[in-house]
Every structure is written in structure tokens, then in C-alpha cells.
């Protein structure tokens, strides 16, 4: 019988989360989101060019890192964040002192649920974070934590305590997070499908990870959240929430960690040019092929107990494995090790690495 | 992307599938379905005393097995089919000579989608059925075979084609299906959310199949469906449909089959004696903490390429290592043996078995 975690009201941990934000283009984005964001902490990262300035309305607690920043800060070890490409986000995991993180796309907006009222997201990643998470038997009425749900006959009882949740995974409604290919045969596609639902992607299993709406728990797998290289100089693009979720995935597998998908929505409101993205993708598309069996088969050894141990390996078995693919996963191999040394350098190895799940 | 699967009308399938139903005690249960029900034969294997009589209303297709046709038609191997337990249901998929089965209990009603409009399961349960699995990769916008959906970015072209689906597990609103101990401690717990999603169960993973609205593909992993040795004699129940559905999960990841989850609901209406629950469960709720990382871990030969040569292989594996946890599982394998020698009596191999999804 689970706890019945969600009845107590949602805890709002405003000094426990920072908000990150990949460049904010649009004036209405946080107007928008004001009575759900305006408790937090913003962290904004500037993808382009330094000297544009980034409007942030009054009355938000933000700190804003350009480029310039990124390198002051880095020095040459600022090689391992994109440059031009949303995917410099993950800077601001890095610089973030909190326990979580939340980070959303600047076209993402409110939407409503079936009954017309607007959806605190961060409420739900929150309650999704703080819940534990099933990934070693599935539950057919999806998170038993949640009120009015439970474990179901035949579900074994040692497995109901759960483990920790390392990351919430939420969705979107109106424009669906397709590739290009399927955005050039179906451009009018419209996602409108409210599924009442979250649910915990089995151990084993690999899913692709958006970043436009998704929270996770920096203390447990912040380091593995590495948004890979891309935009300028790199031959891909669109593949760096991608990266982070297989990373991600696999290493909360073998930790004993769970990811939640499902439940919250936020509001697509625009889609990107199919062109533009066939652009960015299509290495991407064929690279995937080889490198989704990779993460599949992926062996990590026991003696990796820590996040950082665990991407250290990974980093090496993806120069061993994926570098015959294209010399692209060298570099990226690299920059994943100075991805690591940078973040241990911001975040002192004591305070960081918690994979017992205790803060 | 997925072809749209679900836009044309759903086939009724009507020569191409059986309902079996384990006994009717209510007399509103035909009646409620007959919109539905009645273009179809049902077979009906009554649990209890042979002496009782079954009312089936006018209009309806049907055929009625007691124990004495069991016991005739099978002779000695009838001791393979449960007595006085709802588990004696997979007689029924034995008998039938059609490509699929729907199973459903008398304590099963038609339910209402959030509109209000009664939902005709059978037909999402076919869609369900027709249209391919995804266990290999998980797909964050759920079934991309649905109308309005597909696959999202990140999801390799190679796994798109998806695979044949063998089962089609469906969901209850009101009386959720609870074990006893869960039951007791939650007796008004009743289930309200209506999830509007199916999904493949990825491969590897386990789920606690319930026998209350399950749809399968005869054809392809009906061997696979043997519901036990429960009731009369035995000591458990309750675990008639959870081991068919450990059973067939595993063969179906074997033979690169899918079991998709969710919809349709239908409206359970009666909770069951929870004491009585409890002295039926109680064995299992021990036992299923060793049968699960059996199956777990189970393995099953590359040789074996038709549902009956798992199922004898599981048999031999069950002997090896559960009946050490208890005589029962000496008793259940042999069992095992006796079900796929009686199925293939009646189903001669010709025309069983076939792995390969055509008819």
C-alpha cells in the first residue's frame, strides 16, 4: 500500500530549485508563467551573440550567463558547452547551488487541463520528484503514489517502497516534439490528447528524453545531464536533450534510480522549421541507429557508485564503441571528461554525488 | 511515421473472434453487453457443479462447457484445467477455433468515457490488437498508432515498423483490482481517473496481467495463455491470470511479440470478499517474491521458435527452480505439460503455432 504522498499540499521548495532557461526570445514567455515562476530562482543562459541583451520583466530573482561568462568562468574548460544552440542550458545545471532543476523551452507556455484550468507544472514535477519511482515491475494503473491510485494485485511487495526519482519527464500539448521528417509529412499534427497519467519508464528501457519541460534531481543526476555538443562548429544539432537522456537513463538504471514520465503538459506554441531541423538532424537520424544499441548494451561495472564514475565510463566506452560511427563522438567523448571536471570543479566533490538519495 | 492505423473503421472481426466467460451468475451481465456481445459466439465454461444450469438470454451465439464436457472431451489431461475457479476460463481458448479471444468476468460492466458515451471495449481492444507493438523503444506520446499521434524525435526509424501484438490488457473504473491486504486497508478506494493512453509494455519488463479484460491474439501466443491449477484442491487463487501473464510476457519478448496496456476500460462493479481474497492469496503473495525474479531472469533457448516449445522449455525451468519453494510448482509444471499436449490434441500443430503472425 503506498504512502499517500500527494495528499499533503505539494511542497513549493522555492529555495530548493532554480529554473533554467536556454535564452528567452519571447517578451510573453515569462509574463506568462509569472504567478507559477515568480517564487524561484531564474538562470538564464544566453546561447548567441553576447552583446544582444535578454529582457527579463520586473520583479523575477534571476542571474544571466552569456558566453562571455561562460568562458570567464570556465576558462578552457568552457569547450565542453554549445555555443549557439539551447543546448548551453546545461551550463546553468552546472552553476546551480539547488537541489533541483527545472529547465523549459521559451515557446513553452500554460496550458489548460480538460477542465479549462490552467497547469502549474512545476507543482507536478515537484510532486513526480518527490514521490519515489517503480522501474523494476510495471503498475498497470501507472504511479501508484498518486491519490486515488495503488500497487495492484500481483504486484510484489517487496518492490513498493520504490527508489528515488531522479528526473520527471513532462509533455506537451499543440505542437508535438516531432523530428523533421515527421514534421514535413505532418505539419498540422496537433497534439490535444490530455492523458491523466505518470508513470515510470522500466529499468532497462531507453526513451527519448525532450528538454523543453522537464525537472530532475540535481544531487542525484545532475552530472549525467551533460547536453552534449551542438549548433556552432558541430555537425549536429537537436540531439543534445537526446544525449542527456540516454546518459541519463542508463546510469539511473544501473544505480537504482527511476525516471518519470507522463503528467505535466506545458503549451507548445510554435513549431520549428522542419527544414532547419532536417538540417540539424540528419546525421543524427542515421548516427542514432548505432548508438541506441550501444546505450542498450551498455555495461557499467559495480566499483561505479557515483554519478561522475559512472559518465567517466560511459565517456570511455563511447570513444571505444561509437568513434567508428563518425570522429564527431571523440570529441564528444572528450568534452563529456571535461563536462565532469568542470562540474566537480563548481561543485567540490563533497557537496556534490549523492547517490544514496540522502541531500 | 505510423500509419494511420485507427482512421478507418475498426473491423468487427466478427468470424475471427470468441468471448469467453467463466461462468455467468448475473443476469444483467449479457443483457448490459448485448450491443456489443451479440454479433459474436461466446463460449461459456462454467467453474461449479455440473448440475446447475447457466441462463444465457435470447439472442445469443453461445456454447456451454461444464466439468462433465471437460472431463469428457479431455479425459485424463482434464486435470489440467482448474476446478471451481474462474482459471477453468482457458478451456474456453482451448475449444476455440478463432484468431482471437476476448475474455471479460460477469462482474464486468460497461463502462462510460469521460463524455459520458457508453465505451464499446471490444473495438478498442481489437484496434489494439491490429495495429503493432513498440517493446523495444518507449515511445513518450504513447501508442504512435493512435489517431493523432506518432512517433517523437529520438525515436529510431529502424523500430518504427514495430511488431505483432499479442494481447491487449485492459483497465477497470469503479472497483480497482486490488490484492487482499490492499483491499482491506483501502475498502472505498475506488478508480475515477480514466487514463486516455495505451502503450506497449517495454520488452524486459514484467506487468501484473489481469484476467478481467484481456484480449488476445489466439493465434500467436495462445499456448501461452494457460491459467493454472487454481481453486478446488489448490493451494492458492487468485494467480490464474498473473501467471498466464508472466508466462506469455516472457515468450512474448522471446518471439518478438508486443502486449500493449491500458485502454479499454470497462466498469468492475462488485469488490470481492477481501477475507476470502486473503486465504486464496496469501501463498502467492509469499511465492510471487521468488516467481518474479524467476521469470525475471528466466531465459529461453533460441531454439525455440513456436509458443508451445517456450512453454514446454519454461515447464522444464518451473520444475528446476520453483518447486523447491514449494511442491506446488512440481505439480503446476507437470500441468504445463498437460495443457500444451491437450491444446495441441485439440489445435493440431498444422494449424497452431505460428510465430510469424500470418493466419
Redesign the interface.
Known sequence: ?AAPVSVSPTPLLKDELDIVIPTIRNLDFLEMWRPFFQPYHLIIVQDGDPSKTIKVPDGFDYELYNRNDINRILGPKASCISFKDSACRCFGYMVSKKKYIYTIDDDCFVAND?AGKPINALEQHIKNLLSPSTPF??????DPFRE???????????LREGVPTAAS?G?WLNI????A??QL??PL?????????VLT??????????GMNLAFHRDLIGPAMYFGLMGDGQPIG??DD?WA?WCSKVICDHLGLGIK?GLPYIFHSKASNPFVNLRK?YKG?FW??EI?PFFQNVLIPKECTTVQKCYLELSKQVKEKLSKVDPYFDKLADAMVTWIEAWDELNPPAGAAKPNGKA
Chains 1, 2 share one sequence.
Open positions: 500500500m480538460p515491475f510495471f503498475n498497470t494503473l501507472y486515488g491510485a495503488d500497487f495492484v494485485r500481483g504486484y510484489p511487495f517487496s519527464h509533455l508535438p516534439d516531432y523530428d521528417p515527421t509529412v505532418k499534427e496537433r497534439n490535444t490528447r490530455y492523458v491523466d497519467m519508464i522500466p529499468k532497462g528501457t531507453l526513451f527519448p528524453m525532450c537537436r540531439y537526446m537522456g514520465t538532424e537520424i542514432q541507429e541506441i
